[in-house]
């Protein structure tokens, strides 16, 4: 158990639709990273917030948004939802950012999402 | 840009034996990080193993090690004594001090360990 809590495990939805992913940091880790995964495109960074501000911007579509609370929990909002959009989403938390030494990211078991 | 490219999209060993997992990345930095990671069937993702560029001695965890050669570009993995557990997808990645610390993964190798 890599202490990165995401949910729901499984999502299915419809073309057009919204839904909301949810991602709870380990205890103590300040930054969260969004990433998403799938067949065609393999892992691509989406979004990355450190202590409640975005930090960094990926390859993430004008339809999805994200936001850090002040608890650091993480969302990941989708709207307008695609066939294409279908892929598994991981969220990862680390005590600081990765370009920093000794930084590890912990992975959350994901959440698949299906668009029908 | 920043790439990072896994030639091998499948492999497989017998149990008990070596298998090398090879990894290209291609950047203009002079310090970054590179990693390894494994993705089970159950999907999560584990750290197998980090290597800092600017350290020239290789990462070693237990059974698992790399072949880091900076200047080719290359960061390779070695599973000694494999098992069947190690069956999974194993990922290289990246990162860099302009990547904000956000990771570069390749598109992966698929090992299967047969009894």
């Known amino acids: 158990d890599s202490g990165v809590t995401q949910t729901p495990k499984h999502l299915i939805t419809a073309t057009g639709q919204r839904v909301t992913l949810r991602c709870s940091p380990r205890?103590?880790?300040?930054?969260v990273y969004w990433y998403q995964q799938s067949l065609d495109q393999g892992l691509q960074f989406l979004i990355q917030?450190?202590?409640?501000?975005?930090?960094a911007k990926g390859n993430i579509l004008e339809r999805f948004s994200a936001q850090q609370f002040p608890d650091l929990h993480s969302e990941l909002n989708l709207s307008s939802l695609e066939l294409g959009d279908s892929a598994l989403y991981f969220c990862?938390?680390?005590?600081?950012?990765?370009?920093?030494?000794?930084?590890?990211?912990?992975f959350g078991q994901g959440t698949r999402l299906t668009v029908v | 840009a920043q790439t990072v490219t896994q030639s091998q999209p499948e492999m497989s060993v017998q149990e008990a034996e070596t298998v090398t997992l090879s990894c290209t990345y291609d950047?203009?930095?002079?310090?970054?990080?590179l990693f390894w990671y494994k993705q089970p069937p159950s999907r999560q993702m584990i750290l197998v193993i980090r290597?800092?560029?600017?350290?020239?001695q290789n990462a070693t965890e237990n059974r698992f090690s790399v072949n880091f050669q900076k200047a080719a570009k290359s960061f390779s993995l070695k599973i000694s004594d494999s098992q069947l557990g190690d069956t999974a997808m194993y990922f290289c990645?990246?990162?860099?001090?302009?990547?904000?610390?956000?990771?570069?993964f390749g598109k992966g190798t698929k090992l299967s360990v047969k009894p």
């Open positions: 950047t203009s930095e002079s310090n970054y990080y």
């Open positions: 917030y450190y202590n409640g501000e975005e930090r």
């Open positions: 990862a938390s680390s005590l600081s950012p990765l370009d920093r030494a000794n930084t590890e990211a912990f």
């Open positions: 205890s103590g880790d300040l930054s």
């Open positions: 290597q800092e560029a600017y350290k020239q």
């Open positions: 990645a990246f990162n860099y001090g302009g990547s904000q610390g956000n990771l570069i």
